[in-house]
């Protein structure tokens, strides 16, 4: 039996997680958010009358369930209300709702400026916008591209530019990552790319000064790491590990961490806290002996926690590390024992009142999944084996850890990211071993950077401690079979998952057989829901006509093999095809995709006919004709005896309609094409009544059968 009243903060986070999550999916209007509001006032009144009631009229336990009905409800309001006030688009003058006529607009700048080839990327808070000259108020955040000048804007710096944000376009292809969305959880709704001659800096006004100092510090700390490391990766990764900046991150390396199942470790996160208190905790432990020494270590440990929080621009990971942490710390100085399941709670609880949109964000997601896996798993596989030596038991532990961590969260990495590292615990034993050495050295670094010869070396040791590093990740990911990739589960397979770990937990924890019977039935579900998904799967047949820009891309589905048909240069772009095309592919079941150039013949392609000004395509008893080299008037009486059910323009092929093309079923513009021939084409369309889709407007084009 789980006894719940031990966890107060547990239950109060799991209700004010179920208010958050209404106030995401089920928004609502103003007015009904006010009638909320004085809902939540008369809870709150009724919630401390029954607390007098039962402090002094009764001693029994008559009105505890009313109580704690109460603290369910008004949580629940107050994630619910919290949501809505965080939520950029509630406020009535947000920049959304104005409409596009004015020339200006001014804010400031509220996240850290990020350096790129050409411009700089920033968040802005917009504060007013002028129409003729007339300024109004307005509110809303903005994700701006700043053309470069000779000075680097910075946070807090107050900004005029001349134009109107655009809106962020949705995913062109389906199974892309959609930037909009993410954005919309940051509420972020606009975005502008902006001529450096198009804005001017006129002052300066951080909104929080603790941000501006730490920005600034992270910018000095990053600046030290790139005079003393002079080896572009070597510097990425000390960079991002122990400041978490990532920007120096290229593709190879972060694929080389993602396979080896190391990729934990170039973001700050509760580990290196863990790290950096006992390193305090070393240095600082004789500060107990003194008089009211439990508290003065408590404060002084405390401060360098909150100081390194800052220095890492307190990412969200970090600070939920640090607020356990410092609730840790209080608790032992103040001798009183705390659990750790209700430190772990409160911290989310604090994070979520702070924005209550990190629970959409996985990194949030995963930290709080592998710590509470961590904290539960590890002791009860740590004391299943025990060595006589130190070292053996070190690694052990490191072991541990691993295999908790891997166990709580695979379930969500397998739903966002699709794989799954084959070594991770071959991996995570001398990265977790080489990035602890990382940790203190670098650390090491940016406390005597002063000191010519000895930074020096210290660099010196932290640039080939990174190389050993990196190298232990690329000799892992070079091992036949590191990485599973291609694994689609859905929501509720996920879900699903989890409910198999709680329940095998349950029954190794409690041997009742009901657990197991469980487990069997959560078993035959999964494997049912799996089954069904493969027999859709197998009778699928679907074409795509996808949206890039400057190329040309197709491509047909039948039961789970898929042939991709695509211009050469794009059949060599293989970072363009795995991040646009392989996650739905996955999602599909494809276990087998032929990969086909447009304009020549393969032996294992459908039916193509490939001629001087383009290819015909026969599939489902449907005719498609891409038409990718100009000119075309020699196919018209072609398509005028044999007219296609679909007509595809690529590569400006068809640069005007005319009635002679009246016999075409359907046209579509794909994204090889210039915007304003596609422009003129659906036009021209339009006017001689043939349908046409154009995935400049529209993203991919999908004909499922």
């Known amino acids: 039996m789980i006894k719940w009243t031990p966890y107060v903060f547990v239950r109060l986070t799991i209700y004010l997680i179920t208010g958050v999550l209404l106030g995401i999916y089920l928004p609502v209007a103003a007015q009904t958010y006010h009638l909320l509001f004085f809902a939540f006032g008369g809870c709150l009144l009724l919630y401390w009358l029954v607390y007098l009631l039962i402090r002094t009229l009764w001693k029994g336990r008559l009105l505890r369930p009313v109580f704690g009905l109460l603290a369910l409800v008004l949580t629940v309001l107050f994630g619910y209300l919290r949501t809505y006030q965080v939520t950029g688009y509630s406020q009535p003058n947000h920049i959304i709702y104005q409409d596009s006529a004015f020339t200006y607009y001014s804010g400031t700048l509220v996240s850290e400026v990020q350096q790129r080839p050409k411009n700089y990327k920033s968040e802005m808070q917009v504060d007013r916008i002028y129409r003729q000259g007339q300024g109004q108020p307005a509110s809303g955040k ?113 694929q080389a961490y993602a396979s080896a199942g190391a990729m934990h470790v170039l973001a700050v996160s509760g580990a290196h806290v863990v790290i950096v208190f006992e390193i305090l905790s070393l240095l600082l432990g004789k500060l107990k002996t003194f008089r009211y020494g439990n508290w003065i270590f408590a404060g002084v440990i405390l401060s360098l926690l909150w100081l390194y929080a800052v220095i890492t621009g307190f990412s969200p990971s970090v600070l939920r590390a640090v607020v356990m942490f410092t609730l840790v710390v209080i608790a032992k100085a103040a001798n009183r024992q705390r659990s750790i399941y209700n430190s772990l709670a409160i911290s989310a609880f604090v994070l979520l009142v702070i924005n209550p949109y990190f629970l959409l964000e996985v990194g949030f997601q995963l930290s709080y999944a592998a710590v509470l896996g961590i904290v539960y798993l590890f002791s009860k596989l740590y004391y299943l084996l025990n060595f006589n030596n130190q070292p053996a038991n070190w690694v052990w532990g490191i072991t541990c850890v691993s295999i908790a961590a891997q166990v709580a969260t695979v379930p969500m990495s ?45 660099a010196f ?47 190794l924890h409690y041997k009742q057989l009901r657990y197991w019977y469980a487990v069997f039935g959560i078993i035959c579900l999964l ?30 589905m039948e039961g789970r093999k898929g042939y991709f048909l695509a211009d050469s240069a794009l059949l060599q772009a293989k970072t363009t095809i795995q991040y646009r095309f392989t996650n739905y592919w996955w999602d599909k079941g494809i276990q087998h995709t032929v990969f086909l150039p447009l304009n020549q013949t393969q032996s294992e392609q459908p039916a193509l006919r ?18 990718n080299k100009a000119p075309v008037r020699n196919i018209i009486p072609v398509f005028q005896k044999y007219p296609p059910d679909y007509l595809i323009v690529q590569n400006n092929a068809l640069r005007n309609l005319n009635r002679s093309h009246s016999s075409v079923k359907r046209l579509i513009i794909d994204a090889s094409n210039k915007r304003y021939i596609a422009e003129r084409l659906k036009k021209q369309a339009d006017s001689l009544h043939i349908p046409c889709y154009s995935v400049f407007d529209s993203g991919a084009f999908i004909l499922k059968e």
């Open 142 to 254: 903005i994700l701006v591209y700043l053309g470069k000048q000779d000075k680097k804007p910075v946070y807090g710096s107050q900004v005029l530019i001349k134009g109107a944000p655009q809106p962020i376009l949705p995913p062109a292809n389906p199974g892309e990552f959609d930037y909009r969305k993410y954005l919309e959880n940051q509420q972020i709704y606009l975005q502008h790319f902006v001529k450096p001659a198009a804005y001017a800096v006129y002052g300066y006004h951080p909104p929080n000064l603790v941000f501006a100092f730490s920005f600034r510090l992270r910018q000095q700390a990053d600046s030290i790491f790139r005079a003393l490391i002079p080896s572009d990766r070597e510097y990425a990764i000390a960079s991002g590990l122990i400041l978490g900046i990532r920007n120096g991150l290229d593709n190879e390396l972060k």
């Open 461 to 507: 040791l932290l640039k080939w401690t990174v190389w050993a590093l990196n190298q232990s990740v690329f000799v892992t990911e070079r091992i036949p079979g590191a990485l599973i990739q291609g694994i689609s589960i859905s929501l509720v397979e996920e879900i699903i998952l989890y409910v198999l770990i709680v329940l095998v937990l349950l029954f």
């Open 610 to 627: 490939n001629f001087k000004e383009g290819t015909w395509l026969v599939w489902q008893g449907k005719t498609f004709l891409f038409l």
């Open 527 to 556: 494997v049912a829901v799996n089954m069904a998904e493969i027999y859709r799967q197998h009778r699928q047949k679907e074409l795509l006509i996808y949206s890039v820009n400057n190329h040309t891309a197709a491509c047909i």
């Open 414 to 458: 397998l739903y966002y990211f699709h794989q799954f590292p084959t070594y991770f615990l071959l991996a995570n034993i001398p990265v977790i071993i080489l990035s602890t050495i990382v940790l203190y050295l670098g650390l090491l670094t940016l406390a005597v950077f002063w000191i010519p010869y000895v930074s020096a070396i210290i």
